[in-house]
């Protein structure tokens, strides 16, 4: 048995009365465990397992399999992301992002700092588009797929006095003219520029950060392409995250209109 602290990443109905919980933890990294009843209401895990709870778990630890979750503590139930509709399909996706790109007992202090960061972002966030760029942006760089955004990928010139910018999804950069790889997407001056400032721009100063919609369009293009050239299958909780916010925007336009 040993204790760990995690974040709940997503569960599953297991038989009649069971979870399957995946965790990913400081401690030990991705886990696959398993809270038996606590599909029941007066389950004493009910509530540790539910999403995107931070908690403290103990877990068996077998040679193989699952890891039996005996019981825990909540250190933050992160309620307010799974009652929000935009926020819970926000924090869907980025958890998604997450476990789809890392391996299972793997480790990252980093990894785990991201997950922490990106909860407390999505539940302050007033630009949720805005965010979750700026996340994976950043998840990017901690997973080691940072994008080059100042030189060629692939002979190193200098492109910051470019303006013909052409970014290579499967290169993970820009490449000049003599090296385009046949996958690029333009891309603005501007967009590069926000991408660059990713990097030293703090979470909080994301609020001041105005977009109108083409650049967030272009943003939005540029870093789907970077993630889907690096994970195999596009994440189905990206395509839920763009029918919701699709339907808040359209409902408040109805309501400027009004």
Known sequence: MFWCQGIVIKT???KEADRIVVLYTKERGKLGTVAKGSR???NRLASLVQPFTKGRFLLSDPTSGLKDISQGIIIESNQDLREDLLKL????????LVDSSVETEDPDLEVYQSLLLGLKLIKLATDLELSLRYLEYRLLSVLGWNLQMQNCTSC??????????KF???Q?????????????????VKTRAVLLSFDRLQPKALIKLKLD????????KILRNAWDARIEKKPKTYLFWKEVSSLENSNSGKDLQA
């Open 213 to 220: 919609k083409k650049d967030k369009d272009e943003l939005e």
């Open 156 to 165: 190193g010139k200098d492109l910051m006095k470019e303006d013909d910018l």
């Open 40 to 42: 029941r209401p007066n």
């Open 168 to 170: 290579s999804p499967v």
């Open 12 to 14: 599953k109905p297991m």
């Open 172 to 188: 993970g950069g820009l490449t000049c003219v003599e090296c385009r790889f046949g996958d690029e997407i333009s891309l603005s």
């Open 89 to 96: 399909a926000a924090t869907n996706y980025f958890l998604e």
